[in-house]
């Protein structure tokens, strides 16, 4: 609470000040052509003679005022970016208030006809409400602007605000995949300038949204319905990064800012020596290893006192005179620190009670940089009225630093008492780079008055290198003396195991080409639009894994670590990798599509129909022995999507959508191939399986909106989706051991209802969003119980559970306060999670939950001078721990340690992640 | 409006339905089995099946597999030498056993699978020098279930039945031919074994020198009878390891020197079938001394639902005695009549490891003090090595041979040994193994002196 009382502060100020606002002049600024308000545009009166001068914004409503304003003859004048200013003359008498409108026309000339979207200013939230009006599918949008004033640095955490949307965490606490409601990664694609591009990450199709900075965005969309021009493998639904497009007039904005993690005050970021480590692993360079290919560099550690990030972006706009050549270059790039402290339970399921049994206790520290930088360049040149060209390149790199100290406690093993047992410890120390490549040239043509054609080629390309993960594994205890007192034993390394070096690299390159036409006829006296096209992707990925394992000297194998690596002696125990691991693979997919869609308007009824044909060719290699079956593959179908949305239109404001639309979800390349092993972290080892079968499925959407006036709208909808073969990774039982491993399984059900809220009162703004999932999926589990004859056994029973990632109840709240005058914004951001789902256990009623939780975040933006801005963003207050819990009592018999409760759920993990704080300056010409 | 709805939902219904989704055409390569061949030289290549002749020596020097519903069998004085540097998982052939494998030397003409400067090696023990004896030659035995094909939806392996046949000098990495048993790069035992209905019956035989773990059952049905271990584990690992699905008898075993435990058995793999074991009449001698690991053990134990009876074992100088942790499944485990001996009052207090519940029995011999209790071995000083300047952990090469290999020591019990008649005989072996005769097992039921030597000259025959 202390956290907020100086924001409550705040908002109680600006509404005092409110209170008293009395005015000689009311009015609103619209758009002439569309009648949409202008926010942010700014109003001048004057007067000729006195020469009385005031100025006023637009507001969050589309509205502006002066008060107090001396009787007489005035000149009103507005004026925005990218509209041609309006004038008029008023008259203002005492004691009376006189109303006007101002219409202003966009500067947008008329050689932009063949852009479907228009060319005003399409970070503005307005586009962004407009492009969710007029889209043909559902579709929930945030502009640029609101992603400028919000406490987000990075497109993933932008996500989290919208409607039905949560995020998956990784261990920095910072968002990274977006699971719309509860469909997670897997059923989500996200599209850059409407096209598909590879992911760098070896375990998903699509790239992870934590790798692109927030300001490299123009608008961000996400779509919960299909219509047949997209491709079919959406079944949560579509995220699209709509990047900036040339300005028509010449624009710079920069932005410099820094920040700090509240961890990090009053002690240090923990930072490894990265620069020996290998690029591959010995064996990709064709090298038997030696130990001398393992430097002690990862070991070697230091400090950085003050750990200030640096955020900097810069984006260069403009249009030629002649106005036909436009070209922008927005360059981002973001340095952070941030640390994690988490708390981790080791549990396994009592083979006698199938009660929840936790046998370890884990500290965990993460020392996390992220260097994200972001390179997006578009030019386009228009040729004439019909014609048009754009090219987009760009390069996007997350560089990622990860150091991880962990200690583990056993609560069995060498444990007598308080305090006491065996301790592992791992200092691992781990460099990711990230990188997307992408080329994009894109044309559109109008031939005839009703017929046009656009074409796409894209070359993208995405890579990721870990080029040595490096695990240092300690062993000591902590023993009980005969006096009582308890003496931590020297730190010797794990006999077997005393380092770990792993290396994984991939790459996904996708070649792609588009074609689309657009015919408007007109029928019946009703304008009808078909439209057919095609598409071809050819997409490889290669992959390659190799792990070393180092084993202590053999001249001494019982050696102490006294924190200096160099004084310790290695054996190199795995000279040769891993070759044969499935991981090391070439995957091949080849996906042909094409669709044909109509769109006409029946009265006030617009239908939009269409059928998609996708056919799907995979073929992989891996280095796995010919004795594992799926060592080779290859996998051909072909699906026929149909869908079919409606939109009601009663009036202006209000209107009613219904949709459905048949999709599939293609399983990732890393499910099919037949590797063991895996995430490090794992409890139990991964297997693929080459036998997956893709995800299909029916979804239906029920959308009641109203938008009542400016920027207030209410979306209501219901939505069901049938789901055949849901992929769900499940453990599963080898002949003497468990393995984890992806799944089909039958049918599974997900529905619920959505509600999205946004009001504004002039300066102030209100946005809620709640959303209701249900999802429903039947598997085996294992029940530890005791036989007739007392032996210890286990048998399988049925559990119904919904899917992994999905939380019943998710909601956002914002609220907004804009003083348009000295261009002060400020917002504050609750969102709320409930519990979902984190891993399903193979035993019953032992699933591990994430708990329900609420984060807050806070940022606000002012002017300082002319096109400069002050901004400051916080993020976290509430310092919402990640928590995970077993849903069962922790038992009686269970050992007495920290977090955990007899009677009460049994904890799993709590990490802290802390504030973290931003403050910089962002300028606009 | 009504009518409208209709209109809708049939239409709704209609696409549904039109939606189609071919079912995928795969081709997922099988797992490929070779097929196999007689022995028709010395030298085995790729699968094979048949006999070795008795008193030939013969030899492998890649990767060889016994498919399942093979046999493989060596008659008496039969040499089957692992050729090999240990450096690559190429250069450490394995036999992968998916089918039966018999050794069935004699007490005259036993059999032996090794490697061919196996004599110069045990030259180096003998001088502390271990540093080859550890190489890891060559890649053990893995038995387990063939690879799932058409015609065999449920392969389930072989029995495995060693008599008097020296098995040493394993390890070393594992390769892309043992995926089975281990993930690639895993350290690998003499013998891995996880044909849970199958039976695995090792007897009168002697394991010396493997790298990691000397041999790991993960299920099955084992007789472990009257055997001689030395000095396995480098810097950790077990002389015989069990894991869930893992019954029957190990009885009047030797064992000296292992990096961490002599046998370890635990319920871990929840394979449905609890690990249940008689461990009786074994001595085990300067065991658990290697392990860096703490909270581990140095002699018996038994962890995560394990169940079974200890008795009548003869515990000295080990670093940890009978250690049976909370979570080893209490209610069906019996334990009594052990004698315990240590050298150092730092041994005496681990008798019963003191992160276990373990208690001592009425009919244990111990005691709290230091050099107590001496069970009066024939010919080995229990006192020699320094254990009190060397509590451990310790590297290998800190180890005398004295105290990691029997050589010339003599572990039966002197007329005078309070062992002699202090053992308990009125329990009866598990006999999960019934087959008996040459392909089955002969079990020596418990005795009545403690350890592995009989006075009356039953149990270990070494």
């Given amino acids: 609470m202390k956290k907020l009382l100086p924001l409550l502060v705040l908002f109680q100020l600006a509404i005092s000040s409110f209170a008293f606002a009395t005015g000689g002049i009311k009015g609103t600024v619209i758009d002439k052509n569309t009648a949409e308000p202008l926010v942010g545009a700014s109003v001048e009166i004057k007067n000729k003679t006195t020469g009385y001068k005031q100025t006023a914004g637009v507001g969050l409503d589309g509205s502006f005022s002066f008060k107090n304003v001396p009787a007489g003859k005035y000149e009103i004048e507005a004026k925005y970016v990218s509209y041609q200013k309006e ?53 929930n949008a945030v502009s640029a602007r609101t992603i400028e004033v919000s406490p987000d640095i990075t497109i993933a955490n932008v996500t989290q605000r919208m409607s039905g949307v949560s ?179 080791g549990t396994e399921a009592n083979p006698a009670t199938n009660e929840p049994l936790v046998t370890s206790v884990q500290k965990r520290t993460y020392n996390i940089q992220q260097q994200r930088t972001g390179i997006v360049t578009k030019f386009d040149y228009r040729f004439d009225k019909k014609n048009k060209i754009s090219l987009d390149a760009d390069y996007i790199n997350l560089t990622q630093n990860n150091f991880r100290f962990s200690s583990d406690t056993s609560l069995e093993l060498g444990r007598v008492g308080v305090s006491t047992g065996r301790v592992s410890q791992d200092y691992r120390s781990d460099r990711t780079i990230q990188k997307i490549y992408n080329l994009n040239l894109h044309g559109d043509h109008k031939l005839s008055d009703d017929f046009s054609m656009n074409w796409t080629a894209l070359y993208s390309k995405a890579t990721a290198n870990e080029p040595d993960r490096a695990d240092l594994n300690l062993v000591t205890g902590n023993i009980k003396q005969a006096n009582g007192t308890v003496v931590q034993q020297p730190v010797l390394f794990d006999g077997e195991n005393a380092q770990t070096r792993t290396f994984t690299k991939n790459s996904d390159e996708d070649k792609t080409g588009f074609l689309n036409f657009t015919y408007n006829p007109t029928i019946f006296d009703t304008k009808v639009e ?20 180092i084993r202590p000297g053999l001249d001494n194998t019982a050696q102490q670590f006294n924190g200096n690596i160099d004084e310790n002696t290695f054996f190199l125990f795995t000279t040769q990798g891993t070759p044969s691991n499935a991981l090391n693979y070439d995957f091949t997919e080849r996906v042909g599509a094409g669709y044909g869609q109509f769109k006409f308007t029946a009265g006030k009824l617009l239908t939009i129909g269409g059928l998609r044909y996708e056919h799907t060719y995979q073929l992989w290699h891996t280095q796995a022995p010919e004795t594992v079956a799926g060592k080779d593959g290859t996998i051909k179908y072909y699906d026929l999507l149909p869908s079919l949305n409606f939109k009601y239109q009663f009036n202006e404001k209000q209107d009613l959508r219904l949709s459905y639309y048949s999709a599939i979800s293609r399983p990732n390349f890393y499910e099919l191939v037949p590797h063991t092993s895996g995430d490090p972290d794992a409890d139990y080892d991964e297997e693929g399986n080459p036998f997956l079968k893709r995800t299909t499925a029916n979804n239906f959407d029920l959308r009641y909106e109203l938008f009542p006036k400016a920027l207030d709208q209410l979306l209501v909808g219901v939505f069901y989706k049938t789901i055949k073969n849901p992929i769900e990774y499940s453990i599963e039982k080898r002949l003497t051991s468990y393995v984890l491993t992806p799944e089909n399984f039958g049918n599974a059900h997900n529905y619920g209802f959505e509600l999205d809220f946004t009001k504004y009162f002039s300066n102030f703004g209100v946005r809620a969003n709640y959303t209701n999932t249900n999802s429903k999926i039947t598997t085996d589990k294992e029940e530890g119980y005791r036989d007739d004859q007392g032996r210890v056994t286990h048998r399988t029973v049925q559990q119904t559970r919904s899917l992994q990632g999905q939380s019943k109840n998710i909601a956002n709240f914002s609220l907004l306060y804009r003083e348009a005058k000295s261009a002060l914004n400020a917002q504050l951001s609750f969102v709320y999670t409930g519990a979902r789902l984190n891993t399903v256990s193979p035993y019953l009623d032992n699933d591990i939950w994430q708990k329900g939780f609420t984060t807050l975040d806070f940022s606000t933006e002012k002017r300082l001078f002319k096109g400069l801005y002050g901004y400051v963003k916080a993020t976290n207050l509430l310092n919402t721990p990640y928590e995970l819990e077993i849903r069962r009592p922790y038992p009686k018999d269970g050992v007495d340690v920290e977090l955990q409760e007899v009677g009460k759920n049994t904890a799993v993990r709590r990490d802290l992640y802390r504030q973290y704080y931003i403050i910089g300056l962002r300028y606009k010409l | 409006m009504k009518t409208l709805k209709n209109i809708y939902l049939a239409c709704f219904s209609a696409l549904a339905l039109s939606a189609c989704h071919k079912a995928e055409l795969a081709y997922i390569s099988p797992a490929v089995v070779q097929v196999s061949n007689a022995i028709t030289s010395d030298t085995l290549k790729g699968a094979i099946k048949g006999t070795m002749l008795a008193g030939k020596t013969y030899y492998f020097s890649k990767d060889i597999t016994v498919n399942d519903g093979d046999t493989l069998q060596m008659q008496a004085g039969v040499r089957l030498i692992a050729l090999g540097d240990g450096k690559t998982y190429q250069t450490a052939p394995a036999i992968i056993m998916h089918g039966t494998f018999i050794s069935l030397g004699t007490k005259e003409n036993p059999n032996y699978i090794t490697v061919q400067n196996s004599a110069a090696l045990h030259t180096e023990a003998e001088a502390q020098n271990y540093s080859n004896v550890f190489q890891g030659w060559w890649g053990g035995i893995i038995c387990t279930p063939g690879p799932v094909i058409d015609g065999k939806p449920v392969p389930t392996g072989g029995d495995v039945v060693l008599k008097w046949t020296h098995l040493e000098f394993a390890g070393g990495p594992a390769g892309p031919g043992t995926l089975d048993a281990y993930t690639e790069g895993d350290p690998r035992y003499v013998i891995y074994f996880a044909n849970i209905t199958k039976n695995f019956i090792l007897e009168d035989s002697w394991l010396f020198g493997s790298k990691d773990d000397g041999i790991r059952v993960a299920g099955g049905k084992i007789s472990v009878m009257r055997n001689t271990f030395e000095l396995c584990g480098q810097g950790g690992g077990e002389f015989f390891n069990m894991k869930s699905g893992t019954l029957g008898d190990l009885a009047y075993n030797f064992m000296i020197g292992a990096a961490t435990n002599a046998l370890k058995a635990s319920d871990a793999g929840g394979s449905g079938i609890q690990t249940n074991v008689n461990m009786y009449n074994n001595t085990i001698v300067n065991c658990g001394f290697r392990q860096t690991k703490s909270g581990r053990g140095g002699s018996i134990n038994f962890e995560k639902a394990a169940s079974g009876q200890v008795y009548n074992n003869l515990i000295a100088n080990c670093r940890f005695g009978l250690r049976v942790t909370k979570d080893a499944d209490l209610q069906n485990m019996k334990y009594n009549n052990q004698y315990f001996y240590g050298v150092t009052t730092g041994i005496a207090g681990q008798f019963l490891a003191s992160d276990g519940v373990a208690t001592f029995q009425p009919g244990d011999i111990h005691s709290d003090a230091a050099k107590d209790n001496d069970p009066l071995f ?19 090469s800190a180890q005398t041979p004295y105290v990691v290999t029997v050589g010339t020591s003599n572990f039966r019990l002197q007329a005078a040994s309070k062992g002699l008649g202090a053992g308990k005989v009125d329990f009866q072996p598990m006999a999960a193994v019934t087959t008996t005769g040459d392909y089955g097992t002969t079990i020596t039921p418990p005795g009545k002196d403690i350890g592995a030597y009989q006075n009356d000259g039953t149990g270990n025959q070494h």
């Fill in chain 2, 378 to 396: 024939y010919g080995y000083d229990l006192t020699k090595y320094d254990y009190v300047a060397n509590p451990g952990p310790l590297t290998v």
């Fill in chain 1, 87 to 139: 004038e008029t003359d008023i008259e203002v008498n005492d004691g009376a208030i006189t109303n006007v409108k101002l219409a202003l026309k966009s500067k947008e000339n008329a050689l932009n006809e063949v852009s479907i979207s228009g060319r005003a200013d399409h970070t503005s939230d307005q586009s962004a409400t407009n492009a969710q009006r007029h889209s043909p599918q559902i579709l």
């Fill in chain 1, 530 to 549: 078909f439209t057919a096209g095609g598409m071809y992707r050819d997409k490889t990925r290669h992959s390659s894994y190799d792990k070393y394992s």
């Fill in chain 1, 167 to 345: 995020v998956e965490r990784s261990s920095n606490g910072e968002a990274q995949y977006a699971i719309i409601r509860g469909m997670d990664q897997r059923y989500i694609y996200t599209l850059v300038n409407g096209v598909k591009i590879p992911s760098p990450d070896n375990k998903n199709r699509y790239i992870p949204l934590d790798i692109f900075p927030a300001d490299i965005v123009d608008r961000l969309e996400v779509s919960k319905s299909l219509t047949a021009n997209m491709e079919g493998d959406a079944i949560g639904g579509a995220i699209n990064l709509v990047l900036k497009d040339a300005p028509e007039d010449f624009t710079v904005r920069a932005n410099v800012g820094t920040g700090l993690a509240a961890n990090f005050i009053g002690k240090g970021f923990t930072q490894f020596d990265h620069g020996s480590s290998e690029q591959a692993s010995p064996r990709a360079d064709g090298r038997t290893a030696s130990l001398a290919d393992f430097k002690n560099n990862p070991f070697y550690y230091s400090e950085k006192k003050v750990p200030l990030a640096s955020i900097l972006g810069l984006s260069i706009g403009g249009r030629s005179a002649d106005k036909k050549f436009g070209a922008i270059v927005s360059v981002s790039y973001q340095n952070t620190y941030r640390q994690t402290n988490g708390t981790f339970f």
